[in-house]
Every structure is written in C-alpha cells, then in structure tokens.
C-alpha cells in the first residue's frame, strides 16, 4: 500500500488496517533506486504475506538490505530474524533492542508476560538473531533517501525513532513512540519510563516533520504537526497524552 513516493506499508495488523498477522504492527518499506529496507518486522506469523506485499509494491526482496527495529516489542521484532534470513538482509535496532535481539532475550522484551496474559499467540517468539546497534543520529541512505536515527526512550528502553527524508517530505516513523492524535501507550512494564516519553516526543516534534507514521492505527500523509501539538499540549499541562487504545 502506496503512502508516499518511496514509503509503502507492507504490514499491519488488526490496530491498523490488517493487511498481515492482526498481532503485527505496522511494516515499512522504504525504497529508492536498487536498494530498499524494511522498519519494524511484524510479529513473525506471517512473514511470508510481508514478502508478498514488498514484491506487490515492486520492489524485490532481494533489493531489501537492511531491517531496521523501532523497539524489541514483540509485535515490532517477532518476525526479524525469519525475515533477515529469507531476504538476506542485515538487522538493526538501538543498542539495548539489539542485545535483546541477540540473546532471544523474550523477559527484557516483555514478551513472557505478554504471551502469559494471551496478548499474543503463543507461536510469537524472539529466536536470538544478529543485530547491529544504531545510534543516535546516524543517517543511513536507500538511494537518494536519507533516513536518521532518533533515540526516542521512554515506551521501552533501546527505542529508536527514523526520520525519513525523501526529497519531497519529511517522515516521522514514530515506532510505539506517539501516534495520530498526539496519543501513547503506557505500558506497567519495568522499562516503561514517562519522563523519558515525554522528552522523546518534545525531541521528535523539533524535526518539524510533514508526515507521521507511527507503530499502530492510522498514519497521517500531512500536517503531522497537528498530531504532535496534541501531544505536547497535553504534556504542556504536565498531563499525560491520551491512551492510545483501538
Ligand atoms: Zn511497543
């Protein structure tokens, strides 16, 4: 699915559009020229459907050199290593999220107790798979597209937001960070950390970005601006943003 001029959502779930796995969140592919790589990797269940929507898209799976993690939630990083394998790409993430990818470590992702409590089918797993740390203000290029690196904590520890340059806009790919309508999702987990929440949305809103594209629900193509004064209006009055909730 088209979003903007090299930005196609190749997956998503059923706090999306459900267009892959209902436990995945939304999948990226950002492409220019030759070369392409994927934000975020879905839950891992359906893999397969992902690799039909980047082929849908043009693209070839081949071209897919990296995978770049927003965090080491489940729904975000479940289907990284099956995808790596299957496009020969490398995988990324925050240097916290790629230790957790590389020890399968599924306690520090959350996942156990979100796998006790049923939020996730019991096949979701995180099988330990090499992950190259990123920081803080690295750019990368897929083409003449320029994507930087954000460490946004505050969701989760090692959570990383990208903004993506394509020439004509300016991206927000905001992970679990804030979504539409400036909202949040605070979870009891010992990583959770407010302070840090709202910091990272208040470094995020700087970047002035056009459009916003975040983890789960719906996206906004313009005036991305708009959804982040929600946020930080709500922060303004040492409040939190509203939940975000289907
Ligand atoms: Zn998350």
Redesign the pocket.
């Known amino acids: 699915v088209r979003l903007l001029r090299g930005i196609e959502l190749v997956g998503s779930g059923s706090l999306g559009f459900s267009i892959t796995h209902p436990a995945d969140c939304h999948v990226y592919l950002v492409h220019d020229r030759d070369d392409a790589v994927l934000i975020d990797s879905g839950c891992g269940l359906a893999t397969e459907q992902v690799i039909s929507m980047i082929m849908a898209a043009g693209v070839a799976p081949s071209a897919v050199s990296r995978v770049l993690l927003t ?1 080491a ?1 489940a ?2 990083a479940g289907g990284a290593g099956a995808l790596v394998s299957e496009l020969g790409a490398s995988l990324y993430a925050a240097p916290e999220a790629a230790r957790i990818l590389m020890e399968g470590d599924e306690e520090a992702a959350g996942l156990l107790t979100a796998r006790a409590n049923g939020l996730y089918p019991s096949e979701v797993v995180l099988r330990p798979t090499l992950c190259e740390p990123l920081s803080s203000g690295e750019v990368l290029r897929v083409g003449g597209i320029k994507i930087s690196v954000i460490d946004t904590p505050g ?2 520890a090692g959570h990383l937001a990208y903004l993506i340059d394509t020439g004509d806009n300016r991206v927000l790919l905001s992970g ?1 960070l804030v979504f539409t309508r400036g909202r949040v ?1 605070v979870l009891a987990t010992p990583d959770t950390n407010i302070v840090e929440l709202a910091s990272s949305i208040r470094r995020v809103s700087e970047f002035r970005p056009d459009a916003l594209l975040p ?1 789960h629900g719906s996206v906004a193509i313009r005036d991305a601006r708009s959804h982040l004064d929600a946020a930080l209006a709500a922060l303004a009055r040492q409040q939190l943003p509203e939940a975000f909730y289907p």
């Open positions: 965090h939630h729904d975000h969701h989760a679990d999702v983890g």
